[in-house]
């Protein structure tokens, strides 16, 4: 392995654990009895302009390649990846617990397995298949084992519903910016993508609520800058790097530590417990989702 491998492997790991953060950053903010919208607007608004800096310094790849349609599409993919998958995630925060959101988002390789499939008409493989089947039933396992010890089961059906949509959105995006990415380059579309993904945050947040975001408590805006650094613009672009230097096979094994690292946070800062059966299910997702990750890659 290169002398650099080891660095890298750090910088994946971190990026990994900083990204499995970002629930356990909202469920502490909630405690303020700060609604979604807000919330994720400030988390947007303190990323914004280093999201903008590096916009401007970091130009496309083929420019020259580069037309009208491209940047609609870049604001299309902003809209569903980011917009979308956030405030659909931010909303089913509100009704489940940050380990249960967690495992849900980790399914959203099988989404996207099944959207190339509708799409592209590439069928998985008969592996691919099984493993989705699997994850599905690990999913079902954790989740059944919620229904039984939540004290309302309304909340964990709508919570999980929202969270799965937000899975679904943020599969769409990946897979709708794959052919745009070589274009762009990865870090600037990024930037273009979360830049567009924010102007839509504030006019909801315009359209919607109370023009006042200077009344919460000062751990409020401590949280959502947290939010908004530690598992928003740093992670983002480590992935980047960890992707480009390790490739995308071996990230998604590094991958598989992102539930393990929320359900560790989540039950140190929110004391949040699993049960063993759901310890089990969670397991069973995991390890069905490397499965797909690696046959696909």
């Known amino acids: 392995m290169k002398a650099y491998s080891g660095w890298i492997l750090i ?57 009208l349609k491209d940047y609609l599409w870049v604001v299309v993919l902003g809209f569903i990846g980011y917009y979308l998958a956030s405030l659909t995630d931010f909303l089913g925060l509100e009704f489940i617990k940050a380990s249960l959101e967690r495992i849900i988002l980790f399914v959203y390789p099988t989404l996207v397995i099944f959207i190339t499939w509708i799409s592209f008409g590439k069928r998985p493989s008969k592996w691919q298949i099984i493993a989705i089947l699997v994850s599905y039933a690990g999913i079902f396992i954790t989740f059944s084992a919620e229904l039984r010890i939540s004290g309302s089961k309304d909340d964990v059906w709508i919570g999980g519903l929202l969270v799965f949509l937000s899975a679904l959105c943020y599969a769409s995006y990946l897979v709708g910016s794959g052919w745009l990415i070589p274009k762009f380059g990865s870090v600037a579309f990024t930037s273009y993508a979360m830049i567009v993904s924010t102007f839509c945050v504030f006019v909801h947040f315009g359209l919607t609520q109370p023009l006042d975001l200077f009344s919460y408590p000062v751990e409020v805006y401590g949280l959502a800058f ?41 039950n140190i800062f929110l004391d949040e417990r699993l049960t063993i059966l759901q310890m089990f299910g969670a397991l069973i997702v995991i390890i069905a989702v490397l499965i797909v990750t690696r046959n696909k890659n």
């Not at 009895?33 to 916009?55: G, H, K, N, W």
């Not at 790097?241 to 094994?253: D, E, M, N, W």
């Open 11 to 67: 910088i994946a790991i971190v990026a990994i654990i900083f990204f499995s953060a970002k629930a356990v950053f909202v469920k502490m903010a909630y405690i303020y009895d700060i609604e979604p919208i807000p919330l994720l607007l400030l988390r947007m608004a303190f990323a914004l302009p280093v999201y903008v800096v590096v916009a401007f310094a970091k130009k496309p790849n083929h420019p020259k390649e580069i037309v």
């Open 226 to 266: 947290g939010m908004a650094m530690i598992s928003t613009v740093i992670p983002s672009y480590l992935v980047s790097v960890s992707i480009k230097r390790l490739g995308a096979s071996t990230f998604s094994i590094l991958g598989s530590l992102g539930p393990i690292a929320t359900i560790g946070l989540a």
